[in-house]
């Protein structure tokens, strides 16, 4: 904090607000600001992951792989998203504690389900009591990466598949014809031409994750949006240095133009992903592309 933060009452306009701004309780809106971005960063490539994998699953000429990838994608699908966010904490919890349990406690011999109850070891507690507080935020952290992944990985399931399929049958009848095998076709012909078919659908799931990062507090994550309530309500002169009225509205203004940056950014970015995949491709945008050159 700045040397001239020493008396706060002494201050004035710019240089109250300034101090302010750098409180230490500031310092965690700006990080959970980065926990956000941390955030989209790893799930949205695991999700598409998860939906690659969902996409292959559903097409796949084995029929149990099939069901198991078309149910995957209609179950996540049609059930409210803040439903699964709240089921996938815990069962996943519950999953790798009851696992843990298996590992370290080989010897207990009661239930670890009683009646509503689930009661497991002390040593197979995710994570321990005793662990710092760091493990126990990156813990919840993780958790809600792989939640996120899971509930959007099935609607990318869903684009990708549906991209798939718009890939021209042609297309595999000639790789068939020049002797191409079903994996050939597959990673050389399909793969690499979905992707201009997928690009929109799968923008406007970015588009939908970006703006599904506050359901972090429901996860147990102290995101941007629950620090701008906590910071923007009344502050009382007897708690802190810095009292102000219910500044609520300022602190979600901000957060409405952080957001409409990053889709902006977004924004930009996938039209240039878009003009590079559809080059050269018998689409809409390739055959615009190709006139106008």
């Not at 690659?52 to 029929?63: D, E, K, L, N, T």
């Not at 031409?193 to 972090?216: C, E, I, R």
């Not at 941007?224 to 500044?247: C, K, M, Q, S």
Request: glycine share 8%.
């Amino acid at each position: 904090m700045f040397s001239f933060c020493a008396d706060p009452a002494s201050l004035e306009g710019l240089k109250w607000l300034s101090c302010y701004l750098t409180t230490g309780k500031h310092a965690n809106l700006y990080v959970a600001t980065g926990t956000v971005l941390l955030l989209l960063a790893i799930t949205a490539p695991t999700a598409l992951a998860f939906g690659f994998g969902g996409a292959m699953a559903a097409r796949s000429r084995f029929a149990p792989l099939s069901w198991f990838g078309k149910g995957y994608i209609a179950i996540v699908r049609g059930v409210p998203d803040i439903a699964f966010f709240l089921f996938f904490v815990i069962a996943l919890d519950q999953l790798f504690e009851a696992i843990r349990h298996k590992i370290k406690c080989p010897d207990w011999d009661q239930a670890i389900w009683q009646g509503n109850d689930f009661v497991v070891c002390q040593a197979a507690k995710l994570p321990l009591g005793n662990d710092p507080q760091w493990m126990h935020e990156t813990y919840g952290f993780f958790l809600a990466v792989l939640t996120f992944a899971i509930v959007f990985g099935a609607f990318a399931a869903n684009v990708l598949f549906g991209a798939m399929r718009a890939v021209p049958h042609a297309q595999l009848e000639t790789a068939a014809a020049y002797g191409f095998s079903r994996r050939q076709t597959f990673w050389r012909i399909l793969v690499p031409q979905m992707w201009v078919y997928a690009l929109p659908g799968l923008s406007n799931l970015w588009m939908v994750l970006t703006k599904a990062t506050p359901l972090l507090f429901l996860l147990g994550v102290e995101d941007i949006v629950y620090w701008a309530r906590e910071l923007g309500g009344t502050a009382n002169p007897r708690f802190t240095d810095y009292p102000h009225g219910d500044w609520r509205m300022w602190y979600f203004l901000g957060l409405m133009v952080f957001y409409l940056g990053l889709t902006r950014i977004s924004e930009i970015y996938l039209e240039r992903l878009m003009r590079r995949l559809t080059h050269g491709q018998a689409t809409t945008g390739g055959e615009a592309q190709r006139k106008a050159a």
